[in-house]
């Protein structure tokens, strides 16, 4: 089965810290993404990464960057924590034409 | 742009009771067409799909059918059980410039024994 790990069940970060979420998967998947996941909003992508060291903005990319140096694993990366994004983010990649997701980090933003 | 859209919830059932929920979407082209389920304190997992009108995608005693005339999509069980209670997203994909995918705000199902 397809493995995509996320580094951290739940987060609790204070505002303004550089914050880093991991996510890793184990099937040599090209395409990767982040969503968050808001009640009533459902999922809305971030970021979204079809290559190493290739990068592309979805519908909301303010205030996060990612980072892609190796095909398994795709970081997102809050520069400085604002209480608006805390959230659920959850981390996909793409085979068969379909989404794997991991498990989801909730983070919280104090 | 593409977009998805489904019925709010949430929504009470009791167990054995028939499931509908709708969604229909937006898209150029021709779009594949997802649900997937959320249970508590899990990512998603894709329910079924299917890719080409009139397909229907089957799973666990679920069944879309893609109805392209009315750009619907919209799920359905016979008889829901208690461990059916999560949140279900209807999603589209679409190849633009990749493949990307589109999804609804969810819709939460509770299930009463």
């Known amino acids: 089965d397809v493995k995509v790990t996320q580094s951290s069940r739940y987060l609790v970060k204070r505002t303004g810290e550089k914050v880093f979420l991991e996510c890793v998967q184990d099937?040599?998947?090209?395409?990767m993404f982040w969503y968050r996941q808001d009640p009533g909003l459902g999922l809305r992508l971030i970021y979204f990464?079809?290559?190493?060291?290739?990068?592309e903005k979805g519908d909301i990319p303010e205030g996060y960057s990612v980072s892609r140096e190796k095909k398994e694993r795709f970081s997102l990366i809050l520069e400085s924590a604002s209480t608006n994004q805390t959230s659920m983010y959850l981390c996909?990649?793409?085979?068969?034409?379909?989404?794997?997701f991991g498990s989801g980090t909730q983070l919280s933003v104090l | 742009g593409n977009s998805v859209t489904q019925m709010e919830g949430p929504v009470t059932l009791s167990e054995e009771a028939f499931l509908t929920i709708n969604c229909t979407y937006t898209a150029t082209g021709y779009p594949s067409l997802f649900w997937y389920v959320q249970y508590p304190g899990e990512g998603l997992q894709l329910l079924l799909k299917a890719t080409k009108a009139d397909d229907k995608g089957s799973n666990k005693g679920f069944e879309a059918t893609y109805r392209k005339e009315t750009t619907s999509f919209h799920l359905e069980k016979g008889s829901v059980q208690v461990s059916d209670s999560a949140v279900y997203f209807c999603?589209?994909?679409?190849?633009?410039?990749?493949?990307?995918?589109?999804f609804g705000p969810g819709t939460r199902l509770s299930v009463l024994p």
């Open positions: 999603a589209l994909s679409a190849f633009n410039y990749g493949q990307n995918f589109v």
């Open positions: 996909a990649s793409v085979g068969e034409e379909k989404l794997f």
């Open positions: 099937m040599d998947h090209e395409n």
């Open positions: 990464s079809y290559d190493v060291k290739m990068k």
